[in-house]
Nanobody, 117 residues
Framework: QVQLVESGGGLVQPGGSLRLSCVAT????????INWYRQAPGKQRELVAT???????NYADSVKGRFTISRDNAKKEAYLQMNNLKPEDTAVYYC???????????WGQGTQVTVSS
């Protein structure tokens, strides 16, 4: 069964860092656009970062300069390095893999990130 599994969430103080990981199974990872989304309580799901199949990553304005998305196609893994975290970054973070040519849209189960002193 095709799966995406996130890990790396947790509780961190403001100004701290976390690194989220997303591991895929049973897909050709390099054919997929990788996105990280987040959803805070009472808010809509928000696109945080995108790593296209080719080209440069894109970021939401709210995380530019603080978050870095990366991917390792051979390992079928994606990452979200989050630095200088703020309380407003608190949310459940989701990994998404999308292959347009097959309209194949995969989601992980989410990992909680809480930024609080």
């Amino acid at each position: 069964q095709v799966q995406l599994v996130e890990s790396g969430g947790g509780l961190v103080q403001p100004g701290g860092s976390l690194r989220l990981s997303c591991v895929a199974t049973k897909i050709i990872f390099g054919f997929y656009v990788i996105n990280w989304y987040r959803q805070a309580p009472g808010k809509q799901r928000e696109l945080v970062a995108t790593f296209p199949i080719s080209g440069n990553p894109n970021y939401a304005d709210s995380v530019k300069g603080r978050f870095t998305i990366s991917r390792d196609n051979a390992k079928k893994e994606a990452y979200l390095q989050m630095n200088n975290l703020k309380p407003e970054d608190t949310a459940v973070y989701y990994c998404n893999a999308y292959r347009a040519s097959r309209d194949h849209d995969l989601w992980g189960q989410g990992t909680q990130v809480t930024v609080s002193s």
